[in-house]
């Protein structure tokens, strides 16, 4: 297919509704292709470009002053982001990607639009390296034509495009363009794939990009209908929103077949934005932690998220919920703003019309500790006093939290566990206004 800037007209509704657009801007051909067309079809002032300097080659500082030469020429404002690339066991492309998205989104604003140059080559290498890392129908599905990104919208106007098409359009109008070294390194797994595999593949079938195309368009049809099936069995287990984390109906996940709660699982990390668990993940849930006896405590995680069951629910915790390892002694607060604890949960007071505790005065000085195993109190309404111990099996809250609850004090005795309940003798009376305690995990 001959490549023109004309073809991407079909896009302009979108283009137009965005507050501004942006290109993805390497000074390589593809991106090179795109920007060079977006000026063309909405004129420079309504285009700007994104330059991530990953800082792995030698020639980084040339490609930036590049790609500022073609920003000007084309009066087009630039943005060049440093990027730190951390590899941590994941191999240098994923991490230099994962710099680059991090660097994107900390600069889109709201309601803009972000286009990158992947074109239909692109597509067959991911499709082709998810294949050999064992993905699924979501990853085999390939690269999205759109999806979000932060505050804004990601989209690949060139995935129909060959990068020979791409590469005649850029000759025929003089373009120059960026090679990076390292797109020759079959080190790389897509490097191999590029100038290995792929040829091979070509010689033998000449149109093995198309066949790629279609496997991977039903590929995301059957994944968009797995999502259908688990958005509605979400429903069928009763989600609810948690302190941290959520959690759903153990008894009605266990009422489907093994193959609907892989679906409704990964389905349930991704809705929440959160790695999706893999086979091995799901194994062990399906076949350790959810045939376990009731009274134990089994935990399933990866990516630093979690799985683990309560009280007929099963949760899913994102981040640590366990105790970190140095909590301090105590705190001081004032009980004005918002105090920041250790574990990055809040505490806060609301002012509440019969509830809550009674201050001393205008201002009052607490001490916030954390639990040592010996600590006893009376709630409320109580007859009696009995252990923390007790009384948070008694208020069902999950074990993984109880020690992580804020202890509030004032001159050595205890006031207030959490916003759970406020100790008998601080109380305010109904006709009182009282400092109700907000324990959050949600900001």
């Avoid at 390296?129 to 060139?158: D, T, W």
């Avoid at 797109?183 to 790629?212: G, Q």
């Avoid at 991977?216 to 929103?241: G, K």
């Avoid at 006896?293 to 899913?316: C, H, T």
């Amino acid at each position: 297919m001959t490549y023109i800037p004309d073809l991407l007209v079909s896009y302009l509704p979108r283009l137009r509704g965005a507050s501004h657009c942006y290109v993805g801007y390497s000074g390589g051909l593809d991106s090179h292709v795109l920007l060079v067309s977006l000026v063309r079809l909405l004129g420079e002032n309504a285009v700007s470009a994104i330059h991530v300097n990953h800082q792995l080659s030698a020639n980084a500082e040339s490609w930036e002053q590049h790609c500022q030469k073609v920003c000007d020429g084309l009066g087009v404002a630039l943005s060049i982001e440093q990027a730190s690339v951390i590899v941590s066991g994941q191999g240098v492309e994923e991490a230099a990607r994962t710099a680059r998205y991090r660097a994107f989104e900390k600069l889109l604003p709201q309601d803009s639009l972000l286009l990158l140059g992947h074109h239909a080559d692109d597509q067959v290498e991911t499709v082709l390296y998810r294949l050999l890392r064992g993905s699924g129908p979501r990853g085999l599905a390939g690269m999205p034509a759109s999806r979000h990104l932060g505050n804004a919208e990601l989209l690949r106007p060139l995935l129909p495009f060959s990068r020979s098409d791409l590469e005649q359009y850029a000759l025929t109008e003089g373009l120059v363009w960026i090679e990076d070294e390292s797109n020759e390194d079959v080190s790389f797994d897509r490097n191999f794939l590029r100038h290995k595999v792929i040829p091979a593949l070509a010689e033998h079938w000449p149109d093995y990009a198309t066949r790629v195309a279609h496997s991977a368009r039903l590929c995301r049809e059957s994944d968009q209908l797995s999502d259908m099936l688990a958005a509605q069995d979400l429903i069928a287990v009763y989600e609810h929103r948690e302190r941290l984390g959520w959690s759903i109906s153990l008894e009605a996940l266990m009422s489907f077949d093994e193959l609907r709660q892989a679906n409704l699982l990964r389905h349930w990390a991704s809705r929440h934005d959160l790695a999706q668990p893999g086979h091995k993940i799901i194994d062990a849930v399906l076949h350790e932690l959810l045939p376990a006896k009731a009274d134990a405590e089994p935990l399933v995680s990866w990516a630093g998220i979690q799985l683990r069951r309560y009280q007929r629910r099963l949760f899913l915790l994102p981040g640590d919920p366990d105790i970190p390892d140095h909590l301090p002694v105590s705190l001081q607060w004032d009980g004005r703003g918002t105090l920041d604890l250790p574990d990055k949960s809040t505490l806060s007071f609301c002012l509440e019309q019969g509830r809550g505790i009674r201050l001393k005065a205008d201002i009052d000085n607490f001490e916030v500790r954390f639990r040592n195993g010996s600590e006893r109190c009376k709630p409320v309404g109580r007859g009696a006093s009995n252990t923390l111990k007790k009384l948070f099996q008694e208020y069902g809250l999950e074990p993984w939290l109880r020690g992580r609850v804020p202890l509030l004090y004032r001159d050595d005795v205890l006031v207030a566990v959490g916003d759970l309940w406020v100790c008998e003798g601080f109380q305010v009376s109904p006709d009182e206004r009282g400092c109700s305690v907000q324990w959050d995990f949600r900001s």
